[in-house]
């Protein structure tokens, strides 16, 4: 079946810090993978994706690499700021199931 | 485009009433998720609709729960009757056929609370 794992959190970094947030899934076939971020009290967004092995996904100083023979999509930062205190989420979209499967979010802190 | 549109936004009720959360998807998408959000377990897909018929509702946690997509540009989520245990954020999202790596649209929640 399809299953997406993140590390678990809370994350907590201090400004400039470099961030990693680790994601592997399991699914069959050739899914597209992504990651959205929830900000305090709202709806969560698409933050980057990869649609294929080896495709790299940016957005905001954030970067992701799909890696098929590991299975995994980890997020990085060179240097977070404050403002990028959120949940963020690792989802895969199973190629022709028209659904998402999504972790279960990484509270990420950043302090001054 | 409006994106996916929620209501109420906020809402507080008393055990055992019922309580109806809507939602708008955006235009032209065929496939809509009711998801649930709790500090204690985190996002829970509740049931999902494609092309207005129902695919998959094992995430709805029991009978009081229940939803509806009557057409292409509305949903429902029905507890009744509601208990304290419900209390959650709840997320209506949608999502188009636009082919491999398609974007889920989420809306702002509806966040209630049942006392």
């Known amino acids: 079946g399809n299953s997406v794992t993140q590390m678990e959190g809370p994350v907590t970094l201090s400004e400039e810090a470099f961030l990693t ?3 592997t899934y399991t699914a069959t076939g ?22 294929k092995a080896d495709d790299k996904g940016s957005n905001k100083g954030f970067e992701a690499t799909y890696r098929k023979e590991t299975t995994s999509f980890h997020l990085e930062k060179g240097s977070v700021q404050v403002s990028d205190s959120a949940v963020y989420f690792c989802a895969l979209d199973q190629t022709g199931a028209n659904n998402l499967f999504f972790g279960t979010g990484t509270r990420l802190t950043v302090i001054p | 485009d409006a ?6 936004r906020h809402e507080v009720t008393e055990m055992g009433q019922e309580v ?8 032209g998408h065929n496939s809509l998720f009711w998801y649930r959000q709790t500090m204690m377990r985190g996002l829970e897909l509740l049931i999902y609709f494609n092309n207005n018929v129902p695919i998959d509702d094992s995430g709805m946690p029991e009978d009081r729960f229940s939803a509806k997509m009557p057409n292409a540009s509305f949903s429902t989520l029905k507890i009744q009757p509601s208990e304290p245990r419900d209390s959650a954020v709840y997320f209506c999202a949608s999502y188009g056929s636009g082919g491999k790596g398609s974007t889920i649209y989420f809306g702002e929640g509806s966040w209630l609370t049942v006392v």
């Open chain 1, 30 to 51: 050739y899914p597209s993978l992504f990651w959205y971020v929830q900000y305090p009290g709202e709806g969560l967004q698409l933050l980057l994706k990869a649609t």
């Open chain 2, 20 to 27: 109806t959360l809507r939602c708008k998807p955006i235009s």
């Open chain 2, 3 to 8: 994106g996916v549109i929620q209501s109420p």
């Open chain 1, 21 to 23: 947030i680790n994601c």
